[in-house]
């Protein structure tokens, strides 16, 4: 797996936009950024994934930059149920890759 | 919903005595993971099974076992667990068949070692 980089903690208004980087600049052309976010007391939960394109679900937003060496989870409207531990992780499609877990960043949203 | 199904929840053992934690799923997917994460620290991974291929990280201790008897169910052993074993164990799933790799967790089981 290529490396990660994240900040371990960031905070957040309620309401507002949540914004978690994560750089990856040995990310390989075939590997996918994917996002999990782990809530205290419970296993950790797939959010959101991509390749080059930006991409948008019902939990999140996931911004690529153009050279593919970091990334931005985008949570439009934190509310309280959004504070967890955040994970950013690359890895191929192609073939089997077992999945190892970065630090994370621990976000906190301030009522 | 449950897809993933981790018992017990909670598990107390004692220092030395043998304790297994048990998984199992409803997804039929062909790999299974095992994760052991300490307080305020990441999930660390201790093994998979590819189908029915084990694969062991390098450092996991001989104390930790694993079976899979069939595709649903995935047992993690603790032969004489240690203070230091003391931790949330993680059971996750995964298929390769969409393409779309991501992972599975279960709630987790809790162990307590006195």
């Known amino acids: 797996d290529a490396k990660t980089t994240q900040p371990p903690s960031m905070d957040c208004a309620e309401g507002r936009a949540a914004n978690l980087p994560c750089n990856h600049s040995t990310i390989s052309g075939n590997e996918y950024v994917y996002w999990y976010r782990q809530i205290h007391s419970q296993g950790p939960q797939y959010i959101i994934h991509?390749?080059?394109n930006n991409e948008t679900n019902e939990m999140a937003s996931l911004i690529i930059t153009e050279d593919r060496k970091s990334s931005t989870l985008i949570l439009p409207h934190a509310t309280l149920r959004d504070t967890a531990v955040y994970y950013c992780i690359v890895r191929v499609h192609e073939g089997y890759q077992k999945v190892t877990f970065g630090t994370g960043t621990k976000l906190q949203v301030i009522p | 919903d449950a897809m993933v199904i981790q018992n017990p929840r909670y598990q107390v053992t004692q220092f030395g005595k043998p304790v297994t934690l048990s998984c199992s799923q409803t997804?039929?997917?062909?790999?299974m993971y095992w994760y052991q994460q300490k307080s305020s620290q990441a999930p660390k991974l201790l093994f998979h099974?590819?189908?029915?291929?084990?694969?062991n990280e390098a450092d996991t201790p001989d104390n930790f076992q694993s079976r899979r008897p069939n595709t649903s169910f995935c047992f993690l052993d603790i032969r004489s667990p240690g203070l230091g074993d003391a931790a949330m164990y993680l059971c996750a799933t995964s298929s390769q068949s969409t393409g779309i790799e991501k992972l599975f967790f279960g709630s987790g089981t809790q162990l307590s070692v006195l």
């Open positions: 099974y590819y189908d029915k291929d084990f694969n």
């Open positions: 997804l039929n997917h062909n790999v």
């Open positions: 991509g390749l080059k």
